[in-house]
């Protein structure tokens, strides 16, 4: 069984550029989440989506971040325009419902230059 | 959760001996806790949950043990192996589902 797909790997960026980072959950998985992890810390939730709604989004900085999960599956987390402190790793885990145990992708290592 | 910066907790354990990692929790009302483990490079990686109403639970080479009293929750390593070498974090649940709370890490290395 695949588990939680993203992508890219590495992402190089220009303050004040746009970025977009993207993730498949497991296949049958409701509940989706995109965390950041500076480096050094936990993960910390930015978002959790049941299906397509955005369920928690009150860590989510408004005013630069947006997310999308179209049809209930895979994911886009986007940043416009960058700032240097958004350098971190993007982590994307789902979980079948909520109250069961996360998956993690591999994460997409974002740096802000 | 809360920010300790770029030095994580260091356990050194000799190959074949036991391990032990512990983490202090912060919200009583937590009932479920996770260990994940991160390899450098990559999204952690899950290795055992427990629920508020069990104090011990057992998966393969690892035992988490939960004591709500003092709100401590510990992993146990048996026979550590150099592929155990990573940042291991506790989770807990906190006030509602869906929003995970990180622990700080340990970092474990496994010295030959």
């Known amino acids: 069984e695949a588990g939680v797909v993203q992508s890219p790997r590495y992402k190089i960026i220009e303050k004040k550029q746009p970025v977009a980072f993207w993730c498949n959950p497991i296949?049958?998985?409701?509940?989706l989440y995109w965390y950041r992890q500076n480096l050094g810390q936990g993960p910390e939730l930015l978002i959790r989506?049941?299906?397509?709604?955005?369920?928690?989004d009150s860590q989510l900085p408004k005013d630069r971040f947006s997310a999308e999960r179209l049809k209930g599956v895979d994911s886009t987390l986007k940043i416009q325009p960058a700032e240097l402190g958004d350098s971190a790793v993007y982590l994307c885990?789902?979980?079948?419902?909520?109250?069961?145990?996360?998956?993690f992708g591999s994460g997409t290592q974002l740096s802000v230059l | 959760g809360e920010s300790v910066g770029l030095h994580l907790p260091t356990l050194s354990v000799q190959e074949g001996d036991n391990s032990i990692i512990n983490c202090a929790y912060s919200?009583?009302?937590?009932?479920?806790f996770i260990w994940y483990k991160q390899e450098s490079g990559k999204g952690p990686q899950f290795i055992i949950d427990i629920r508020s109403n069990m104090d011990k639970r057992q998966g393969q080479r690892v035992t988490v043990l939960l004591n709500k009293t003092v709100k401590h929750l510990s992993l146990q390593i048996a026979a550590t192996q150099p592929g155990d070498s990573a940042v291991y974090f506790c989770?807990?649940?906190?006030?509602?589902?869906?929003?995970?709370?990180f622990g700080a890490g340990t970092q474990v290395v496994v010295t030959p």
């Open positions: 919200n009583s009302a937590s009932d479920y």
């Open positions: 296949s049958g998985h409701n509940t």
């Open positions: 885990a789902s979980s079948r419902q909520v109250n069961e145990k996360l998956f």
């Open positions: 989770a807990e649940n906190g006030d509602s589902w869906g929003k995970l709370q």
């Open positions: 989506y049941e299906n397509e709604e955005a369920v928690d």
